[in-house]
């Protein structure tokens, strides 16, 4: 909840047209995306991986949802020193 909150709050300072709460998540199993689901409900949204939603208006500040995967190719020494490189 105070992430959300923080992105209206600090939206509102730089005089956005709207505030985005995304989650970047590095987990290969998109651990804890159930609970990111749960929360997005809360504002009637339907949260799935990749995409952003809408949860409303808040305000007059327009508020989207997302939750990103991460490139597992980064998790991993090689690749990640290797992505540096590019």
Not at 60 to 79: E, I, N, T, V, Y
Request: aromatic residues 12%; proline residues 2%.
């Amino acid at each position: 909840m105070h992430r959300t909150a923080s992105a209206l709050i600090v939206a509102r300072q730089f005089d956005a047209k709207a505030a985005v709460m995304l989650v970047h998540s590095f987990s290969p199993t998109n651990k804890g995306f159930s609970d990111f689901e749960a929360f997005a409900g809360l504002f009637n949204a339907e949260a799935e991986i990749g995409r952003i939603v809408s949860a409303g208006m808040f305000e007059g500040m327009p508020l989207f949802l997302g939750w990103c995967a991460g490139d597992q190719r980064f998790r991993s020494g090689d690749d990640a020193e290797q992505a540096g490189k590019l």
